[in-house]
């Protein structure tokens, strides 16, 4: 069993900040990629940023210096430090990973979270 749980969003205004965490917890052996996604109301999921387990990043090019993604091997977890935010950032965040469980090894597979509201009023 994998789960994964998300934390940090919430209501801002304009030009402030929020910061975003997602752990992975449960029988879990290893973990490569990890990623944040958002969706809008009425929008398709997109791709917010991605992180290698070497640490390389990518992120859309709308974001790029205002939003960070780190991440610590060692407590499973993905962060997403989100800075000068705008009403058009509202949307649920979804974290997902890309890990293998003790039962498949070697075999990975993706994993979301259940998503985290972040409000941002004009």
């Known amino acids: 069993q994998v789960q994964l749980v998300e934390s940090g969003g919430g209501l801002v205004q304009a030009g402030g900040s929020l910061r975003l965490s997602c752990a992975a917890s449960g029988n879990i052996f290893g973990v490569a990629d990890m990623g944040w996604y958002r969706q809008a109301p009425g929008k398709q999921r997109e791709l917010v940023a991605s992180i290698t387990s070497s640490g390389r990043t990518n992120y859309q090019d709308s974001l790029k210096g205002r939003f960070l993604i780190s991440r610590d091997n060692t407590e499973r977890t993905v962060y997403l430090q989100m800075n000068s935010l705008k009403p058009e950032d509202t949307a649920v965040y979804f974290c997902?990973?890309?890990?293998?469980?003790?039962?498949?090894?070697?075999?990975?597979?993706?994993?979301w979270g259940q998503g985290t509201q972040v409000t941002v009023s004009s």
């Open positions: 997902k990973i890309n890990l293998s469980t003790l039962s498949s090894r070697g075999w990975y597979s993706l994993y």
